[in-house]
């Protein structure tokens, strides 16, 4: 048997790394209790945060960690999981970020899907491009299938 995992680590920028540590930590209460009391401190968006990430445990697991460098000045924000990250919900969390901030930074994140075991179609991965509003996804079989016809080729 084997397993498959999927690597990455990417960093957003905040505008005050503590108001930041109070929304990620609001976040973790609402992932072990799905109380959306434990938004309270989102305001007025705390619903659209509660829908977002229900909609996110729908599909799966919200899989992924955080560290968090900087001060009320500003910061960077690290998504990121030592075995397996969701990057769909870790995209999610960082456009609703992003947003909360009224933040208009583009960022991007890759990923790497690997296998414990080599097996053919087990590797692979992708890069994401988001702001606040919208991301653009692109899996690495797909670039390559791109490049394969600039070339002429044909499988």
């Avoid at 007025?44 to 729908?58: G, H, R, S, T, W």
Wanted: with cysteine.
């Amino acid at each position: 048997m084997a397993n498959n995992y999927t690597s990455a680590s990417f960093v957003i920028p905040v505008k005050d790394a503590e108001v930041t540590r109070q929304r990620m930590k609001a976040l973790e209460e609402w992932m072990h209790s799905q109380d959306d009391a434990a938004l309270q401190s989102f305001g007025d968006k705390a619903a659209v945060v509660a829908k977002a990430l229900a909609e996110q445990l729908e599909q799966g697991a919200l899989g992924f960690a955080w560290d968090l460098e900087g001060g009320t000045q500003g910061g960077t924000l690290g998504l990121f999981h030592d075995e397996t990250i969701d990057m769909e919900a870790a995209v999610t969390v960082a456009q609703l970020l992003l947003d909360l901030d009224d933040n208009d930074a583009v960022c991007s994140a890759t990923w790497a899907d690997t296998c414990s075991k080599p097996r053919v179609d087990e590797f692979g991965g992708g890069a994401v491009v988001f702001d606040r509003h919208r991301a653009e996804w692109q899996s690495t079989y797909t670039a390559s299938e791109e490049l394969r016809k600039r070339f002429g080729g044909t499988r």
